[in-house]
């Protein structure tokens, strides 16, 4: 099989994954790593199809301050810039505070959401 078809399914197992993602168990975000391990691919490949949906209007990118204690999304920025140290931050999962005085946008998750007007036709 040549390199262009081979990328062609992976570009097609992808959005297949993340449209099965989203429909089926109803998942907001998406992150690169998982995916890629998921599938077996390289990082790059993925992170160049999700960017490539982001171009679509399907997903937009999101960095996500989790929890502590649980381990679900507390807070999501649509830009890393936009997180501020300071005020403790409800997680509404666990109940928990997060301190975040002490935290470094380092400790945010780069990840892809689904928007809310995707177009499935282009999955």
């Not at 993340?18 to 998406?30: A, E, G, P, T």
């Not at 990118?61 to 999304?73: F, R, S």
């Not at 810039?81 to 301190?99: A, N, R, T, V, Y």
Request: hydrophobic share 30%.
């Amino acid at each position: 099989m040549s390199n262009e078809n081979n990328n062609g399914k992976h570009k097609r197992q992808i959005r297949s994954l993340i449209k099965l993602l989203h429909n089926r168990y109803n998942v907001f975000s998406v992150y690169t790593e998982d995916i890629a391990n998921c599938l077996e691919y390289p990082r790059g490949l993925v992170e160049s199809e999700l960017h490539l949906l982001y171009e679509e209007g399907i997903l937009e990118p999101v960095w996500e301050l989790h929890c502590g204690n649980c381990g679900n999304v507390a807070i999501s920025y649509e830009s890393p810039h936009l997180f501020k140290k300071g005020p403790m931050i409800p997680c509404d999962d666990c109940l928990s505070w997060l301190e975040t005085e002490n935290t470094s946008r380092d400790a945010l998750v780069a990840a892809y959401r689904f928007t809310n007007h995707d177009d499935e036709q282009g999955m």
